[in-house]
T-cell receptor, first 112, second 112 residues
Framework: GQQLNQSPQSMFIQEGEDVSMNCTSS?????WLWYKQDPGEGPVLLIA?????ELTSNGRLTAQFGITRKDSFLNISASIPSDVGIYFC????????????FGAGTRLTVKP | KAGVTQTPRYLIKTRGQQVTLSCSPI?????VSWYQQTPGQGLQFLFE???????NKGNFPGRFSGRQFSNSRSEMNVSTLELGDSALYLC???????????FGQGTRLTVV
């Protein structure tokens, strides 16, 4: 099925810098989810968004559900070394049954 | 509250063999979805089960099958393994549709 367009693919930043990544799609979604995955582990849910325009924070993380329902972004402020990992966006649309699509991921490297 | 449990964590199989992976969802969650994750293809949706019924299916060959039991635990089976089936297999559990999906740690399958 059609995956989401997530960018950037990778980021190399200095500790303390802010980070921004986003996902777009040609389809409308009911829910946007952001995950972080460490090597060899399953994705861990960071933030869930349920309403167009919704802005939600979780500590240094902030995510928004786009007004058009076709996009979402994730910001990380004041990055620290443990932010290293791969961040995935996921969109869910409630058709006849559950339908969740994923972005290809943003690989974040934080230099101390 | 226990998270999503996948067993085994690691598995090595030979081409042509078959394999069964297990996923125990979070207590009270009735939806279990399975994904294949490879470096080149990202997260690819296999199928979703809800209340013992397959509700959604991705574009994988018939060698990939699954089932869900009355206690919501799910298994996926891959028959006639191929080298290209080597991947991290993830399951995610949800209470129902359009809700937060929580992932297990995954089963790393290596086909030799």
């Amino acid at each position: 099925g059609q995956q989401l367009n997530q960018s950037p693919q990778s980021m190399f930043i200095q500790e303390g810098e802010d980070v921004s990544m986003n996902c777009t799609s040609s389809s409308i979604f009911n829910t946007w989810l952001w995950y972080k995955q460490d090597p060899g582990e399953g994705p861990v849910l960071l933030i869930a968004l349920y309403k167009a325009g919704e802005l939600t924070s979780n500590g240094r993380l902030t995510a928004q559900f786009g007004i058009t329902r076709k996009d979402s972004f994730l910001n990380i402020s004041a990055s620290i070394p443990s932010d290293v990992g791969i961040y995935f966006c996921a969109g869910q649309r409630l058709l006849n049954n559950n339908d969740m699509r994923f972005g290809a991921g943003t690989r974040l490297t934080v230099k101390p | 509250k226990a998270g999503v449990t996948q067993t085994p964590r690691y598995l090595i199989k030979t081409r042509g063999q078959q394999v069964t992976l297990s996923c125990s969802p979070i207590s009270g969650h009735r939806s279990v979805s399975w994904y294949q994750q490879t470096p080149g293809q990202g997260l690819q949706f296999l199928f979703e089960y809800f209340s013992e019924t397959q509700r959604n299916k991705g574009n994988f060959p018939g060698r990939f099958s699954g089932r869900q039991f009355s206690n919501s635990r799910s298994e996926m089976n891959v028959s006639t393994l191929e080298l290209g089936d080597s991947a991290l297999y993830l399951c995610a559990s949800q209470t129902g549709s359009d809700t937060e999906a929580f992932f297990g740690q995954g089963t790393r399958l290596t086909v030799v």
